[in-house]
């Protein structure tokens, strides 16, 4: 299965991304939706509003963890997960974030999730 986390402000990689999917609840600042080449917006297994915001006020990152996996337990995101599960097993998959550090972000967890 192979799931790997970038930002989505790098340019893609035809024969490596697979299919791109943007993780973020909000479209990333400047960025053309052509440019950017997201193949899915699957909001329902994003971070919500709330937790985003408790996170960067200073929520500590292992409490962050916990209440992500929670909210990604919730019926709508669950089945929104297990169709990214599918997407994986048959073939290379992006996971996109406009964050600057993505191997310490949600994208990195939901891809332990989709891989683990």
Do not use: N, Q
């Not at 440019?35 to 915001?53: H, I, M, N, Q, Y």
């Not at 990604?72 to 974030?97: D, F, I, S, W, Y």
């Amino acid at each position: 299965m192979g799931v790997r986390v970038r930002r989505v402000y790098d340019p893609p990689e035809p024969g490596t991304d697979g299919v791109r999917v943007l993780v973020d609840r909000l479209w990333p600042r400047g960025l053309a939706k052509a440019v950017a080449a997201v193949d899915e917006w699957p909001k329902a297994v994003t971070p919500s509003g709330e937790l985003r915001k408790w996170f960067h006020g200073g929520g500590p990152a292992e409490e962050f963890r916990a209440r992500y996996e929670a909210e990604l337990a919730e019926p709508g995101a669950a089945a929104e997960l297990a169709r990214l599960r599918g997407l994986a097993e048959a073939g290379p998959v992006t996971l996109l974030t406009a964050v600057r550090d993505p191997a310490s972000s949600h994208a990195a967890i939901l891809a332990d999730l989709l891989t683990g």
